[in-house]
C-alpha cells in the first residue's frame, strides 16, 4: 500500500509527460526532413544547392532539390502527418484498432472522382485545382457525406452503423471504379492505375499551398479534440456521461478527420497503411492518450513517409516504386505480424 | 425547496412502436440509496440512461437537484453526476492511473492541466475503491473484479453528488459484490452520495439499499423499503417464479431464494 502511494505521488503532470513523449518523434521527422533531400538518383551538393537559392534555374543541384525534391518531401511530410493522424482518430471513433482513413470510404470516394475525371478527359480546375484532385476532393467528399447521412441517428454516430455504412459506400465506389475502368482506353486505364498505387510525384509548391488550409484546420480542430477523442474511445455512454457532448464531437471529428485525408488523398492517391501502421507503432510506444498520439503520430507519419519515398525514388532508379506500392509492402507484413499477435486475444471471445 | 436529487416526470420512451417505458414518475432524495429492480426488459437500464440524460425521452422529464437535465450543460451536468456503465470494454491499453484521472474530464479545459485538487480527488478516489496499487498496470488486463472498481474509482473521480450504476456487481463473485456494495454504502454514508443502481441480485439490494423500486413492463409496481419489496409474494408475483423468504439472522434484511417455476 505504501509503495502504491509511493509510485501515484511520482506520476507528475500530463503535460511535461505530452512533451517528452512527442519530442523522440519530432526530431526523426525532422532528421528525415534533413537528409533524405540530399538522398536521390541524381547525387547533389546542398552546399552548391543553397549558394544558388537566389536563382534556382542557375544551378542544376538547386533545380533538382528546390523544384523536385523538396516539394515532394513537402508532400509527403504532409500526406503521411494527415494520414496518421486521421487513422489514430478513426481507430478512437470507431472503437477499432484495425481502422485506418480509408475504413469508411474518403479514399474509395476519391478514386471514384479521380477515375472519372481521367475516363471523361475533363479540364475544369476551380480555385486553381486542376481536374484530377478537383474531383478526387469532391468524391471524397461525397463519400463522407453519404456515409454521413446514412449512420447518423438522433444527432450520435452509432459505431456499428458508422462502419457499415462506410463498408457499403466503399464497395459501391470500388464497384464504379471498375465500370470505368472497363470502359477506359490504354492510356486511360494506365493514368487511372498510377494514380490509384498513390504517388507523390507532383511537382511544384502552387498545389500542395492550395490544399494547406484544410489541413491545418482538420489537424488543428483533431487536436482540439484530443481529449475528447480518449473518452469516446471508452464508448459514447462513459463519455456522456463525463461531460463530453458526444454528437458534436463525433462530428468534428469524423468531418475533420475525413478532411485532411480528403485532401491529401487528392494529391498523392490512397497511399494504404500508413494511417494503420503508424499509429499503431506510437501508441505502442507512447501509450494511447491521445494528447501525445495525435501530435507524435503527426511527426512519425510525416517522417515515414518520407523516408518511404526516398526509398521508392532511389532503390531502382531511374525507375521509380509508386510510394504506395511501398507503404504496402511494409505495411501487409507489419498487419499480418499485428493480426497474429492479436489473435489469441480474440480466440477465446464470443 | 424539495431536497429532491433526482425527479423523474410521467418518462415516457420507445422504438417505434415498442414501447419500453410507460409512464414513470419517481423522486429519489437527496442522500438516498435506490436499487432499482424487476425482470429482463422492464426497462430498467433504459431508465439509469434517462437519469442521465444519454437516452432522451419521448416524453416527459427529467430533473437533476431540481433543475431540468436538458437546461444544464453537458459538463456541468457531469460535474453533478456520474455513472458506472453495464460492461465497459476497453479497445486501447491506458494505464489505469490515467483512466482513473480521465474522470476529471469535467473539471478540465482545453489547456489546463491536472492541479492539486486534481490529484488529491483522484487519490481519494483510488483509495477508497482499493485501486492505488493496480495504477500502472493496463486497463486492458485487469480482471472482472479489479476492472469494476477501477471504472468506480473513475466515476468516483468526478466528485459527484449523485451515482447512477447498472448492474455493477453482474460478473462478479460475492466477494467483490460485497466489496462495491460496502464502498457505496461508505460514500453514501459519509459523503451523502445519492445513488441509484439497477440490480439483479435481489437479496443484495435488500442489504444496503434504503429503498427498492419495482419496474415491471416499463412501469413502477412497488417502492418502498426492501421488507415491502423483496418478500415471497411480491417477488412471486411479478417474476414468475416460486420463492422462499425470511429475515437474515444477522443484518436483519430481508431475502429471497427461488424454489421453481411457478405453479398456478
Known amino acids: 500500500m ?54 534556382v534555374s542557375k544551378s542544376l543541384d538547386a533545380s533538382v532539390l528546390f523544384r523536385t525534391r523538396l516539394p515532394r518531401i513537402l508532400l509527403a511530410s504532409l500526406t503521411g502527418a494527415a494520414l496518421a493522424v486521421a487513422g489514430a482518430v478513426f481507430q478512437a471513433l470507431l472503437r477499432n484498432p484495425l481502422a485506418d482513413p480509408f475504413t469508411l470510404g474518403v479514399s ?23 481536374t484530377v484532385p478537383l474531383f478526387s476532393f469532391l468524391g471524397a467528399a461525397g463519400a ?50 498510377r494514380w490509384l498505387m498513390g504517388g507523390l510525384d507532383i511537382i511544384g509548391y502552387k498545389t500542395i499551398i492550395k490544399i494547406l488550409p484544410f489541413w491545418v484546420l482538420g489537424v488543428v480542430l483533431l487536436f482540439i479534440k484530443a481529449r475528447d477523442l480518449d473518452q469516446l474511445s471508452f464508448g459514447s455512454y462513459v463519455a456522456w456521461c463525463r461531460g463530453v457532448d458526444v454528437a458534436r464531437s463525433q ?23 500508413v494511417g494503420l501502421i503508424v499509429p499503431h507503432s506510437v501508441r505502442f510506444l507512447i501509450g494511447p492518450s491521445h494528447r501525445a498520439l495525435l501530435p507524435a503520430s503527426m511527426f512519425a507519419g510525416a517522417g515515414f513517409l518520407i523516408l518511404c519515398d526516398t526509398v521508392a525514388r532511389t532503390v531502382l532508379a531511374p525507375t521509380e516504386i509508386p510510394v504506395g506500392v511501398l507503404t504496402a509492402m511494409v505495411g501487409g507484413p507489419f498487419f499480418v505480424a499485428l493480426l497474429f499477435r492479436e489473435k489469441k486475444k480474440y480466440a477465446f471471445e464470443e | 425547496m424539495r431536497n429532491e436529487a433526482v425527479t423523474l416526470k410521467d418518462l415516457r420512451f420507445g422504438y417505434g412502436k415498442r414501447e419500453i417505458i410507460k409512464g414513470i414518475s419517481l423522486s429519489i432524495g437527496k442522500g438516498e440509496f435506490v436499487g432499482i429492480i424487476g425482470p429482463n426488459g422492464s426497462g430498467k437500464s433504459t431508465l439509469i440512461k434517462m437519469m442521465t440524460g444519454f437516452v432522451n425521452p ?3 422529464e427529467v430533473l437533476l437537484c431540481d433543475k431540468p437535465l436538458h437546461k444544464i450543460g453537458r459538463r456541468k451536468a457531469a460535474r453533478l453526476a456520474a455513472a458506472v456503465p453495464q460492461e465497459m470494454v476497453f479497445h486501447f491499453p491506458y494505464k489505469v492511473g490515467e483512466f482513473v484521472k480521465m474522470g476529471r474530464h469535467p473539471y478540465q479545459g482545453l489547456t489546463e492541466t491536472e492541479n492539486e485538487t486534481d490529484r488529491r480527488i ?50 462478479l463473485d460475492i466477494h467483490y459484490q460485497i466489496e462495491i456494495y460496502e464502498i457505496l454504502k461508505k460514500m453514501n454514508e459519509e459523503k451523502g452520495l445519492t ?16 429503498r427498492l423500486v419495482l419496474l415491471v413492463g416499463g412501469k413502477i409496481v412497488a417502492d418502498g423499503p426492501p421488507d415491502r419489496i423483496v418478500n415471497p409474494a411480491t417477488i412471486r408475483e411479478h417474476f414468475n417464479v416460486e420463492v422462499e423468504g425470511g429475515i437474515r439472522a444477522i443484518t ?13
Not at chain 1, 475533420?256 to 497503411?273: D, R
Request: with cysteine.
Open chain 1, 144 to 193: 463522407v457525406a453519404l456515409v454521413y447521412i446514412l449512420a447518423h441517428s438522433r444527432g450520435r454516430l452509432p459505431t456499428a452503423i458508422l462502419l457499415l455504412a462506410g463498408v457499403s459506400i466503399s464497395f459501391f465506389f470500388s464497384a464504379m471504379i471498375l465500370f470505368a475502368h472497363y470502359l477506359a482506353d490504354f492510356t486511360e486505364s494506365h493514368q487511372m492505375l
Open chain 1, 108 to 130: 474509395s470516394g476519391g478514386a471514384m472522382g479521380a477515375v472519372i475525371a481521367i475516363k471523361l478527359g475533363l479540364d475544369i480546375s476551380l480555385l486553381g485545382f486542376s
Open chain 1, 2 to 55: 505504501r509503495r502504491a502511494e509511493r509510485n501515484y505521488e511520482m506520476t507528475t503532470e500530463w503535460t511535461k509527460h505530452d512533451w517528452f513523449k512527442v519530442a523522440p518523434f519530432a526530431l526523426f521527422f525532422l532528421l528525415t526532413l534533413i537528409f533524405c533531400p540530399a538522398i536521390g538518383s541524381v547525387s547533389i551538393s546542398l552546399k552548391e544547392a543553397f549558394s544558388q537559392i537566389g536563382d
Open chain 2, 122 to 171: 483522484v487519490k481519494d478516489a483510488m483509495k477508497a475503491t482499493n485501486t492505488l496499487s493496480l495504477k500502472g498496470r493496463s486497463v486492458a488486463q485487469l480482471s472482472g473484479g479489479e476492472k469494476q472498481r477501477v471504472v468506480l474509482a473513475s466515476a468516483l473521480a468526478q466528485d459527484t453528488q449523485l451515482l447512477f450504476l447498472d448492474e455493477p456487481t453482474s460478473s
Open chain 2, 195 to 210: 445513488i441509484a443502481a439497477v440490480t439483479h441480485d435481489l437479496n443484495l439490494g435488500s442489504l444496503y439499499c434504503d
Open chain 1, 251 to 273: 462530428k468534428i471529428c469524423y468531418l475533420a478527420a475525413s478532411l485532411i485525408t480528403a485532401s491529401v488523398v487528392s494529391l498523392s492517391g490512397p497511399i494504404g497503411f
Open chain 2, 252 to 264: 436483519k434484511a430481508p431475502y429471497v431464494v427461488a424454489t421453481g417455476r411457478k405453479k398456478l
Open chain 2, 58 to 60: 419521448d416524453h416527459g
